[in-house]
């Protein structure tokens, strides 16, 4: 997706810039909560992320608790000391070719998957229903699936599923929690997928995350420079 002109799902609500609605996932699959009006964030080296410092302070632990739930995410990993976010959608281009650096660093530092359908809508929702009405220790060999050489994934704006749910209780609980990631990434206003945050807040960008050693210099308090 271009990270300038983010596709964004036509079900989720547009959030008010003056009242910027941030999930929370502490009750339920959703609830809301209003935060002030930002003041204009500071200027960062964040590929046109726009979202204001004084939110994006909460965002880690927002994040945190959500991937707790157990409802929400795909853990690629666990274990390790430091974690990465990441919205994908597996429909996307660039989430295709990226998904290889993903699975790398997962042998590092804790991966962490919300899902979403941004750029594959029907098809990657109709994908990843499956994924996520498994128990959570077995979504990711089903999310990696989606990837695989042999699933047709590579194909651009094309998502593969894996077999379906027949547990439609399940399937609707795996529904809402992908709507809710999608409204939490137009209120985190992210710019595209995948999209990837440390657990410190920052963005993590693509480049650093092509190099093991280069990711985790960047979380160990390194800069980089560039897109």
């Known amino acids: 997706v271009d990270a300038s002109r983010p596709v964004l799902p ?54 945190k608790k959500a991937a707790a739930r157990g409802l929400f995410t795909v853990p690629l990993s666990t274990g390790h000391a430091r974690t990465i976010y990441v919205f994908a959608d597996p429909a996307c281009p660039n989430c295709q070719r990226m998904e290889r650096h993903f699975e790398t660093a997962a042998g590092a530092v804790n991966v962490v998957i919300f899902p979403v359908t941004i750029e594959g809508r029907e098809a990657s929702l109709n994908a990843l229903t499956p994924v996520m009405a498994l128990p959570e220790a077995e979504r990711a060999a089903a999310w990696k699936q989606l990837f695989a050489a042999d699933a047709g994934i590579g194909v651009p704006g094309a998502a593969q599923t894996v077999p379906a749910v027949t547990d439609e209780a399940k399937a609707e609980t795996a529904r809402g929690a992908i709507g809710v990631n999608e409204v939490a990434f137009r209120a985190y206003r992210l710019p595209g997928t995948p999209w990837t945050i440390a657990d410190d807040g920052r963005y993590v960008p693509q480049s650093v995350l092509s190099s093991p050693a280069a990711l985790t210099a960047f979380l160990n308090g390194g800069d980089y420079v560039g897109q």
């Open 10 to 63: 036509p079900s989720v609500p547009a959030v008010p810039v003056a009242s910027l609605v941030m999930p929370s996932y502490d009750n339920g699959l959703r609830t809301e909560r209003q935060v002030p009006a930002p003041q204009p964030p500071v200027a960062t080296n964040d590929n046109g992320w726009s979202l204001p410092q004084n939110v994006r302070a909460e965002l880690p632990g927002n994040l």
